[in-house]
């Protein structure tokens, strides 16, 4: 029978002792969708994922999987809900073998060998029936996690920070893996994490939350192009930082003016530009004059130190290393205004 | 609040702690209810010389197992001397002698016609008088002796897991090796001293054994002189409320300088302390400091109770001596496993629900710090009554009498082992299960289980290890367990440390060595564990 894999949060909302840690919040997941939910430390994102799996009950809201509504007009127990979820810490089950810790959750008639087996294969580990947790390693072990999530096939998946025990070098193979087998089986998924490189790389939404809200939401390169606020604007990329006062509906940097959509009043801004911003210019018409003090080679990018004619100080910008180096020998910069990005300053 | 109507573990858990609670708040009670003539009476005349005599007695055996102890940790933990690999683990065997068994053989070796009394008169020449230890000193030689190895077990913890850089910043300032030591080693294992020294208090506090046959006139021995030579209730409860409120007091201010003193997990480092080796003369005092305790507290007593037993060894074929063994290890495993049972629904209760049901599993596990005649008077009051009432409505309504159906019985018993000792199961199950990480339960619910089946199919399987250690000190206590069983044993009941502590009163000393052995024997178990645990 084809169930309806989706998720449905509506107008969520959490508070500890200490205050509110999910507020107003609301998301929609499709079928095969990959969410990752960033954040700092304490945004609220792992309890989120314990408010959808049933750990801890919000305070009001509404949760849907699927076609049922389990927390709301209605309320359905965590071991009810029909949610897999892999955790960081894989809890596997160490008393049990890959066999019993895959067919932990199915049916004394369901439980078979070559079910089991069908479920490991699709994770790529066929042959590991008998193995135990602690003789493998920790992408083996999380696959497990998966086949033994996967064993009961959910309406929704969880995932809390999957990625984050395992190797630097052979973590994202299984991640890749392990998101391509869950697009396959048609599963909603809401990843978390604070890794921006690791959601950008995984996820078709990122949602990024702050203090129990979410801030900014769309595709990775949405996110990276245009975001909402200026922390998905530093999460989602290298940016150069700068505070400049409007002037009657401009803010004029070294690198040419702003327009802004409030002419009335003078306020201070936040202004975020992007390496992508700065390119040079083709010919020597175009494009303004720069005098270089310092500079520091970052790899990728090149820390760039110049005169703020407008503050009479120094300023720094980041710029890529191979545009620095025509910009080193021209002397002159293209600023586009695009990959700037103007928020209010708090 | 939705999850915690349907959490039935987190009610269960503190259903289950009620019932444990219910006796402390009995006895608090009686601290507020005016008392009767005898306690006016008590209270005029031997109640002074309670509180003299256990202050004297708590005063100097903590300085002298604090002395023993630090001293003997301290060596361990910074030399390497000769026969160190088997010294810093016989300090540790008086834990499987319980102190009245020390009280017996040293009253026997210094009284008249005892051996060291004889060879003392031999040597100096029949002009000694035989030293009196039926007295306050004998308890506190006794009680240092036989307590020491709880400082030491806590203070030479602390001592080796304290990281170097400490010490080493403290070389660096200039401090001599002395200084280093009463400056900075010294202040950072303060919390381990201070919890040794609480433990040994509240087992001093607690003992009846040793008090009653050195003739000391201490707070155990008066509630239970209250209760059975002068059948005042209230006096008894009155005395047991005092010492209840005393050792709270004990506790609050042991957590409070804990609270104080968290610096101790502050530098997270791998880097010890390195030991220095003696030589010669230094070796030879290392040597004696770390031997004299273990002569004293295990080899002389193990020695002269084996040599007793020597004489009454028929009595193992005797029907009663089965008889004993047969009640004292069924109430002992059936206690064990009633404390277990407790201990598993509540630490899995506070894992489902930590909020809810952490405040009544902490209050119930306060019932160790309860002596045990505290413990038996608590228990003794609400189950009188319920006894009471059951066979009052048993005459109306059936025409029959139920009789004592509860306190006639081992209930009443195995409740005041549970009372006494659900903290020490509880801690077990505890430390066996924090080891599980709780992703292992969120993956369980996640996959459909209910909260039983993740308790018998996961965390009792994993966990087993802890749980059986569990289930093995709390049937060594019950084992060694003497003032709440005089009090609440139904008629005819005796158990091996009853038996041996009536013999001994009696003067059967050599009688006694045999249920004295088999209790010493089975003790030995869980302190094979505990020093394998240590070792690890």
Sequence with gaps: ?346 | MISYIKNGWALLSIFLSLIVIMPILTVIFFFIIPGDTTWIHLRETVLTSYVFNSIILILFVSIGTVLIGAINAWLVAMYIFPYKKYLEWLLFMPLAIPSYALAYVYADLLGYGGFITNISSFIFDDNLKSINFYSIYGGIFVFVFSLYPYVYLLMRQAFISQSASYTEIAKISGLNPLKIIYKVSLPLSRPALVGGVSLVVMETLADYGVSDYLGINTFTKGIYKAWFNLGDITSAGKLSAILLITIAFIITFERKLRGKAQYNNEVRSNKHLKMKTLYGTSAVIAIMACFVPVFFGFIIPLATIILWSFSSIDIIYSYDFINLVFSSFGLALSASLLCVMFALIIVFGMRTNSKLVSPFARVASLGYSIPGAVAAIGILIPLAWLDNTINNISLKYLNYSTGLIITGSWCALLFAYLVRFLALSMQSVENSFIKISKSIDYAAKILGKSNRKILTNIHMKIGWGGISLGLLIVFVDVLKELPATMILRPFGLSTLAIKAHELAIDERLNDAAIPLLAIILVCLIPLYFLIKVIRQ
């Design chain 1, 1 to 346: 029978m084809e169930t309806n894999k989706t998720l449905k949060i509506t107008d969520l909302c959490h508070s500890y002792k200490n205050g509110n840690s999910i507020n107003n919040f609301n998301l929609e997941v499709a079928p095969s969708e990959v969410i990752c939910i960033l954040g700092p430390s304490g945004c609220g994102k792992t309890t989120l994922l314990r408010l959808i799996a049933g750990f801890e009950d919000p305070t009001s809201g509404q949760i849907e999987v699927g076609d049922n509504i389990v927390f709301g007009e209605n309320y359905i127990p965590t071991e009810k809900r029909s949610i897999g979820m892999l955790f960081q810490d894989i809890a596997l089950f160490p008393h049990l073998s890959v066999k019993n810790n895959v067919g932990f959750s199915l049916s004394n008639n369901k439980f078979n060998e070559k079910v089991i087996n069908n479920l490991l294969k699709k994770v790529g580990l066929e042959g590991f029936l008998n193995r135990f947790g602690s003789s493998m390693s920790g992408g083996e072990q999380q696959r497990v996690a998966l086949a033994r999530a996967l064993a009961n096939n959910p309406n929704i998946m969880l995932l809390d920070e999957p990625f984050g025990s395992l190797d630097a070098w052979s973590k994202y193979d299984i991640a890749y893996d392990i998101i391509n087998i869950l697009k396959e089986s048609k599963t909603p998924t809401i990843m978390v994490t604070h890794d921006p490189q690791e959601a950008m790389k995984l996820a078709d939404r990122i949602v990024v939350m702050l203090e129990g809200k979410i801030i900014d939401q769309g595709s990775p390169i949405n996110l990276y192009q245009n975001p909402k606020h200026s922390f998905s604007a530093r999460l989602m990329g290298p940016v150069s930082c700068y505070i400049y006062r409007s002037n009657n509906g401009f803010i004029n940097t070294p690198f040419g003016s702003i327009k802004i959509n409030d002419s009335t009043v003078n306020n201070d801004y936040e202004i975020l530009i992007r390496p992508d911003a700065f390119t040079i210019p083709k010919n020597n018409n175009q494009g303004i004059d720069i005098e270089i003090l310092r500079f520091k080679y970052m790899g990728q990018l090149t820390e760039v130190e110049i005169k703020d004619n407008i503050k009479g100080n120094n300023l720094k910008f980041l710029i890529y290393s191979n545009v620095f180096e025509e910009l080193r020998t021209k002397n002159k910069l293209l600023f586009n205004k695009d990959w700037a990005f103007v928020f209010p300053n708090k």
